[in-house]
């Protein structure tokens, strides 16, 4: 599955991960496999590292919310409804296994057979190279990590915004440097600094350069926010 690697941005090692996360239990009927071969295992998992990672992340971005108002984010990010578009943004069903019955009924697309395959593929991505790939493919396409209403950071190009930050400064454009590499070619993960007007002003990490870049420019301008407003604190 070449074109679904490369559009997640992960290369599995163990391929057969892949092939069992986008199995749907109809195809035992003609293979003679057993349910065990199929995604339930991997979604079963998957759920538990997607809700792993959400918690986490609500943690981290919303310090002061309470515990209602962060069951209510969890559960706008990972609801069915969430999950089954996101995956048909993906185009996630046209790589499924799925009985011809299945597929003439619209398998490919109902909503509940998507929602398991994300999962899933969640799954398979932790058993095949950990929680760091898996958590940054939740962070790329299903993360939402702000309050409603708000723009959703995955649909920013903090690229575009640090770089409109600077031009208002009149400083220099920012520039970006890659500090590491690690992971084997099909699995790599990079670490990129942000540098502004010669200073480090964030860093970053993805599963391309692309993706790092990005990660770093957002933390610039967080470092960038938090600086302004430490500036006018201390002028009151």
Known sequence: MPLLEQQIGYRFKDRKLLDEALKH????????????DTNERLE???????????RESLLKHF???????LTRYKSSQVSG???SRLAREMNLGQFLQISSGEE??????????????????????????????????????????VHPGHEPERDKNHKSLLLERVQSRGVS???????????????KTFSVEVIVDGKVYG?????????AEQNAARQALQMMAQSTQDAVQKEE
């Open 25 to 36: 239990r109809s195809v035992i009927v003609t293979t003679g496999e057993s349910r065990e």
């Open 44 to 54: 079963f998992l998957g759920d538990a590292v997607l809700d792993l990672v959400v």
């Open 63 to 69: 310090p002061k919310a309470r515990e209602g108002q």
């Open 81 to 83: 409804r969430q999950l």
């Open 104 to 145: 003439r009924s619209g398998g490919r697309s109902r909503s509940s057979i998507l929602e398991d395959a994300l999962e899933a593929l969640i799954g398979a991505i932790y058993l095949d190279g950990g929680l760091n790939p898996a958590r940054l493919f939740i962070e790329e396409f299903i993360s939402r990590k």
């Open 173 to 187: 454009h920012p520039t970006y440097r890659v500090v590491r590499e690690e992971g084997p070619d099909h699995a």
């Open 203 to 211: 860093s970053g990490e993805g599963l391309s350069k692309k993706q």
